[in-house]
Every structure is written in C-alpha cells, then in structure tokens.
Nanobody, 121 residues
Framework: EVQLVESGGGLVQPGGSLTLSCAAS????????MSWVRRAPGKGLEWVSG????????KYVDSVKGRFTISRDNAKNTVYLQMNSLKPEDTAVYYC??????????????WGKGTLVTVSS
C-alpha cells in the first residue's frame, strides 16, 4: 500500500523558514518523480515543485523560485521541501504527491494527507 506522510508544517513569521518532509512507503521510491503541491485557503490546488528520480533538475512554480528548494534522499525514501523567506501568501496545506512514472508526462496518482503551513506575524 502506497503511503505518503508529510511532516514539518507549522506557524512561522514572514521571512522565516520551514522544512517539510515526506516519508514514502509501499513502492520503489527511487523510480518515481515526486512533487509538492499546495492548497491555500479558499483556493484550488497549485503545483509547487517537482524532482526527478535522480534528485536533479528540480522544477518550481515561479512564485517560489529562489526561495524553495526540493530535494530527495532515495536511501531514506524521503522528499523534502526547504522553504525560506516565507510570505503570508505561502500559507497553505502542503501535500506530497507521487507521479505514476519518472517523467512529467506521467500524472500524480497518490497524495499524502498534507501538512499545514501558516505564515503570519
């Protein structure tokens, strides 16, 4: 059974940092592209970042470029999202998502339950 468990969310002041983690199990983690997506209050899902199987060539939505860094540790079956210079508009539930393959031509087929990030003074 595929499981994705996010952690690391919380309340942080504007300009602060948080690191989210997603522990994966139930599949061959190193064979699949992984992503982070978010849902801000009252808004739809937004894809935030993705990382390929080897952990290189990360991709980001324009609004987080230069502030967020995605990484993965295939030995630990974990994907991370380092978030710096956080803004109130980053407030959202952040979800870890598994792609059905190793490229962006695949689709996201499994999601975690999410972790809440609140950026507020």
């Amino acid at each position: 059974e595929v499981q994705l468990v996010e952690s690391g969310g919380g309340l942080v002041q504007p300009g602060g940092s948080l690191t989210l983690s997603c522990a994966a199990s139930g599949f061959t983690f190193s064979s699949y592209l992984m992503s982070w997506v978010r849902r801000a209050p009252g808004k739809g899902l937004e894809w935030v970042s993705g990382i390929n199987t080897g952990g290189y060539s990360p991709k980001y939505v324009d609004s987080v470029k230069g502030r967020f860094t995605i990484s993965r540790d295939n030995a630990k079956n974990t994907v991370y999202l380092q978030m710096n210079s956080l803004k109130p508009e980053d407030t959202a539930v952040y979800y870890c998502a598994k792609f059905s393959g190793s490229s962006y031509l695949a689709h996201m087929d499994y999601w975690g339950k999410g972790t809440l990030v609140t950026v507020s003074s």
